[in-house]
């Protein structure tokens, strides 16, 4: 795919998770890893209206060569594709079921989530809990770095979820999922619930392994 088609794929996905109310304001990032390093959406730039050809292109190292400046969280995007060397493309939100759960005392910090659902084991499986860090702290690219060898989804604490996926359209629809399975999470507290069996997970997870 051309790099202006990737730019147009970016400010697509992007308008369309802002339109549905999966993030906010001047919130989220998407990255999408090209042959000579990656794009990603300005810095202070609504997700629901970024201009294609001022969208910001980094080299393979993370440094800013040319477009609008990146976000300062662009260094989740480096460890995920430094961690995850199959992953084209990675997504950022602060969604707001996702950010309520990564508030909440007592998580599984190594797995947030139950397997609700196939389709969140298909498309998320595996979610850890990252620790807190003020937004823009290099120190939470170690946290990161630590968590998602083994994940291609991490969730932050008092913060919001990071994915990274064998493409756009793959990152999207993983983070889509995760939001609806935090969503029905919170819904379901308190409720007796029957999450899927660990057999029921591994045949999953066989039958459909992460492509990332």
């Known amino acids: 795919m051309s790099e202006t088609k990737i730019r ?3 400010t697509g996905y992007a308008k369309s998770l802002f339109d549905r109310g999966l993030t906010a304001g001047s919130t989220g ?3 999408v890893r090209v042959d000579d390093g990656w794009l990603m959406t300005p810095t202070g730039s609504s997700m629901g209206a970024i201009d294609p050809s001022r969208i910001a292109k980094l080299d393979e190292a993370g440094r800013h060569i040319s477009g609008d400046a990146p976000t300062k969280e662009a260094f989740l995007h480096r460890v995920m594709y430094e961690k995850r060397p199959r992953a084209r493309a990675v997504v950022h939100l602060h969604s707001t ?5 990564s508030c909440l005392c007592g998580l599984d910090h190594d797995d947030v989530l139950p397997p609700l659902t196939a389709y969140y084991v298909m498309r998320v499986g595996r979610l850890p809990l ?5 937004p823009g ?7 990161v770095a630590e968590r998602t060898a083994n994940s291609h989804a991490v969730l932050l604490a008092n913060h919001g979820p990071v ?15 995760l939001e609806e399975t935090a969503k029905l999470f919170l819904l379901l507290r308190g409720e007796k619930t ?6 029921e997970t591994t045949e999953l997870q066989r039958r459909f392994p992460a492509k990332c």
């Open 130 to 134: 990252v620790p807190y860090y003020p």
């Open 8 to 10: 147009d794929q970016i």
């Open 97 to 101: 079921y996702s950010v309520a759960v």
């Open 137 to 143: 702290d290099e120190a939470l690219a170690q946290a």
């Open 163 to 177: 994915i990274a996926g064998a493409d756009l359209s793959e990152a999207v629809y993983s983070v889509e999922e």
């Open 194 to 199: 029957r999450p899927l069996s660990c057999d």
């Open 29 to 31: 990032n998407i990255s």
